[in-house]
């Protein structure tokens, strides 16, 4: 069985920062990669980042430049560092792992809330 925690989300005033992690454990074998999506009630889901299978990062183009995504392998952990927030930046934030080698599994955390607002 496959565990994502997620911490860090909150409410933060537009133009603050906010870190979130997501550690993963349990049962994983070959972690591909990792990544965060979020979704805003009535809205599709979003992806906000992730790595790639070759390792490289990709954005939303609403967050480039003002999200970065990293990773601690030794930890199967993945961070999620948001600067500049902005109201519309609010959403559940929902990290993700793709695992099991070329059986491409995913399990996803709980959410975690960001809350933009003054």
């Known amino acids: 069985q496959v565990q994502l925690v997620e911490s860090g989300g909150g409410l933060v005033q537009p133009g603050g920062s906010l870190r979130l992690s997501c550690a993963a454990s349990?049962?994983?074998?070959?972690?591909?990669?990792m990544g965060w999506y979020r979704r805003v009630p009535g809205k599709e889901r979003e992806l906000v980042a992730t790595?790639?299978?070759?390792?490289?990062?990709i954005y939303a183009d609403s967050v480039k430049g003002r999200f970065t995504i990293s990773r601690d392998n030794a930890k199967n952990t993945v961070f999620l560092q948001m600067h500049s927030l902005k109201p519309e930046d609010t959403a559940v934030y929902y990290c993700y792992v793709d695992w099991g080698g070329s059986l491409s599994l995913r399990s996803w955390g709980q959410g975690t809330q960001v809350t933009v607002s003054s």
């Open positions: 349990g049962s994983i074998v070959s972690i591909n990669f």
């Open positions: 790595f790639t299978s070759r390792a490289s990062a």
